[in-house]
């Protein structure tokens, strides 16, 4: 039988000021009916350029050279624009990252879906219209009626996301390529949207292609992977094979990289940490903290709701949620980014939400950020030992020698070389400028720091070397961390407790372990049951919740998860549930998970409200 | 400069004509500026043939009605023009970057701020609504034609641009995350905006300059020849354009048409200079 899509031999260029260098070099890959390849690889790796090029949209600077691409035998390299025209979209569907960039702002998604229907096939508007609405139901979007007049940035991302696949599948390709199809979405909305591309080429029996740089993304969902590194490909094998035993040494590095091995230590460690700690005051308090913000029309969006909790001395805190959910508010509240509207936070016993700003100052140096884009949390104009240094003279008496020798341990300790100091953050790698970002923040030898983000911008190897260094860092300085993070593999691996924030309230909060391997809170059973590993024989129990998270300014009554929760009775519309210690070391928010003896039932409880 | 240094602006120039013609013009006027009047041929403000020259091997622009050689008198003019332009310019820069970089990192801050920030926009509202020659008249009304009026005119004209421009990126820049990191290093709000802030959105204010300076020569010629500007007889374009400009009616065509050139030119020398200066800077048009 023929293969749907085979490349042979392909060699792509990029013409610069200094002289060709190749993107791509001598791919190889075959794509057969029905089947689901998945291309893995870091950024640079050329894997989006591929698919440009299977598209047949590369344009200068980048030029074919040598090769072939031939979709059911038919060669599209030499292919006229034209041609090429009624390929695009029919017989080949594309899906890009970044969904809310890749669709018109100006335009409804209506009128973009109807566009590209028309195109194809000439028809008459009111039936392309009601085969958009299907078109819209068939990925999930409620209401699809409604939603055609919508504007994209009416949409959450996960319903842009939605749209760019219903634009793809529009006319039934035979293959489907998406890049990225879940960058920039939550773990429970990144589940619903692959699962929904798993049954669209289903049902159209067509082939797929996942570029992803998320191997567990490539672990569950295809048949086939292909490793690529530097415009190669370095492995192509079944995924059974490839996760039971990759053969190629790349491979194997980046399996070790993604897999989420928990140092066995932690959970002792944070026994001792919490006994240690229990005895003095904890380096941070955060009682009953809000934060509303003002928004159009004079109403008010509440992003922190009524959150308390703590961080002992060199204990390391997570903080889980989707975006919106307010977990990065709470980070800026503590360091004094933005003002809490209420409650207090006790920085060793002193409240410090009420300290005037110059005062506050003084106690930046005690109190660190690393934020989520390493670039864009650079002064791309100061140099990097400038930058290391910037917190130290402003915030310590030092002489210049002292400083400098300072910078030097600091990068020592980061793992970076002394010579770095003189570069400027665009000579640097992201993964670099992280460690000098990390630098950064242990320089005045806090005893906090916030860590907002900080792998989700980085590529699989670079992220498991920036955790590594965490955690070492930590063990070694012993400082307090609160790790902010949608990353749940990275929090299991590096944080001895969990706080799970849903619409600004904390839902769940306990040892990270036990937390991981049962979960109490429904929310807590949604989010972890969405997480997936870099393993494919990983049995998912899925635990859905319905929908997405609703806007933080409409919140519902009661218990602000009943309208999703399939554990909802009539009580939860009614009555915030408190966060009570439910067992030992667990605190949890929830009517109907009522104590120790009820351990995360999946049978919907006929009538289990506490009555409080 | 980073951006300077990282490509060579010589390089970038040679395969641009409108950049290159714009570079030697202003390196001329500079030139000319240093040395015209010096170099010039004839005494530049004295007369030094008969009235109303035709061009020729003596006079090579003619002479106007007073016999001054006009050839003379355009080489000495970019001392004056470019001067004041220059000047104005620079004041105008400073001023206008400095409030643009207030006004546009405390719009977001506390109350304090976000009032002076307020109060700073609408002064500069005020500033641009009012007719810029009605301002001029009044000022030589006041204190008699000088130098220092056009300069403090010009520059007056010229704050509110730079301030839009370098407020409206203060704005995008304030919003990056390397903004946070430096007050969490321990920078005071001041020394943010100054130290961090200023130098990254500093690029679209460099290439107004440039086209500013042009305009400001145009102005202060403007300003001249409706007699608010410079004292006769001063070699300035405007004036010479002014004098000229009476007898073009009766036939003398050159009194006014080589001023007139030569003013035309250096502003689309400065203007090409700073368009093709934006492309230099950005460096996302390159590659």
Known sequence: MPALLEVKDLTVEFQGDRGARKVLDGVHLQVRDGETLGIVGESGSGKSVLLTTIMGLLQPPWRVT????????????????????????????????NPRQRLNPILPIGRQLTNVLRAHRPQRLDEAVARAAELLSSVGIPDPMTRLQAYPHELSGGMCQRAILALAIAHAPRLLMVDEPTSGLDVTISAQILDLLRDAVRTLRSGLIVVSRDLAIVAHYCERVLVMRGGRVVEDA???????????????????????????????ESAAVMNRASGVAPVLEVDRLVKRFPVKGGRLLTAVNDVSFTIGRGEAVALVGESGSGKTTVGRCILRLIEASEGTIRFKGHDISLLPT???????????????????????????????????????????????????????????????????????????????????????DPDLIVFDEPTSALDVSVRAEILNLLRDLQRRLGIAYLFISHDL???????????????????????????????????????????????????????????????????????????????????????????????????????NVSDAGLSASDHVPEHEGSGR | ????????????????????????????????????????????????????????????????????DIFSRVMAAPRIDLTIALVSTVIAFACGVALGVISGYFAQGDRAGRIASTLIMRIADIVQAFPMFVFALAL??????????????????????????????????????????????????????FVHVMPNALAP???????????????????????????????????????????????????????????????????????????????????
């Open chain 2, 205 to 287: 204010a460099m290439v107004h300059f440039s086209t500013t300076v042009g305009f400001s020569i145009l102005l202060t010629a403007g300003l001249s020849f409706v007699g608010a500007g410079v004292p006769p007889p001063t070699p300035e374009l405007g004036l010479m354009i002014q004098v000229g400009a009476q007898n073009m009616i009766t036939g003398q065509w050159w009194t006014a048409l080589f001023p007139g050139l030569c003013l035309a030119v250096t502003v689309l020398a400065f203007s090409l200079f700073g368009d093709n200066l934006r492309v230099f800077l950005d460096p996302t048009n390159r590659r």
């Open chain 1, 489 to 591: 593999t990275a929090v299991r691996r590096l944080c001895h407790r969990t706080a799970v924030l849903y619409l600004g309230r904390l839902v769940e909060v306990g040892e990270t372990e036990a937390l991981f391997s049962e979960p109490l809170h429904p929310y807590s059973r949604a989010l972890l049951s969405s997480v997936l590993y870099p393993n494919p024989a990983q049995q998912r129990v899925p635990f859905a919740l319905q929908g997405e998270i609703p806007s933080p300014i409409n919140q519902p009554s009661g218990c602000t998860l009943h309208a999703r929760c399939p554990l909802a009775t009539e009580h939860c519309a009614r009555i915030v549930p408190e966060l009570d210690i439910k067992r030992p070391g667990r605190r949890l928010a929830c009517l």
């Open chain 2, 140 to 193: 030589v009304g006041l204190s008699g034609p000088s130098t220092k009026n056009v300069i403090i005119a010009l520059a007056f004209l010229n704050i509110p641009f730079f301030l839009r421009v370098t407020r409206g990126t203060v704005l995008q820049v304030r919003s990056r995350t390397f903004v946070e990191a430096a007050i969490c290093a321990g920078n005071t709000s001041l020394r943010t905006a």
């Open chain 1, 238 to 268: 079944p995924v059974q094979w490839f996760f039971a035993a990759p053969r190629e040494l790349y491979s194997r590095q980046l399996l070790r990289a993604a897999a989420a091995s928990r140092d066995a230590d932690l959970a002792e």
């Open chain 2, 1 to 68: 400069m980073r951006p300077l240094r990282d490509t060579d602006l010589w390089h970038f120039a040679r395969l641009r004509p409108g950049m290159l013609f714009g570079l030697c013009v202003i390196i001329l006027n500079v030139c000319l500026a240093a040395f015209g009047p010096a170099i010039a041929p004839f005494p530049t403000q004295a007369p030094v043939g008969a009235s109303l020259v035709s061009p020729n091997g003596t006079h090579w622009f003619g002479t106007d009605v007073s016999g001054m």
């Open chain 1, 66 to 97: 040598t090769g072939q691409v031939r979709l059911q035998g038919r060669e599209l390299l030499t292919l006229s624009e034209r041609e090429l025209g009624t390929i695009r979209g029919q017989e080949l569907g594309l899906a890009l990252a």
């Open chain 1, 358 to 444: 110059a005062q506050f100052r003084k106690l930046r140096s005690r109190i660190q950020m690393v934020f989520q884009d390493p670039f864009d949390s650079m002064d791309s104009r100061q140099r990097i030992g400038d930058a290391i240094m910037e917190p130290i003279r402003l915030t310590k008496t030092m002489s210049a020698g002292e400083r400098r020798a300072r910078v030097d341990a600091l990068l020592d300790l980061v793992g970076l070389e002394h010579g770095s100091v003189s570069l400027y953050p665009h000579q640097m790698s992201a993964g670099q400028l992280q460690r000098v970002g990390v630098a950064r923040a242990i320089a005045t």
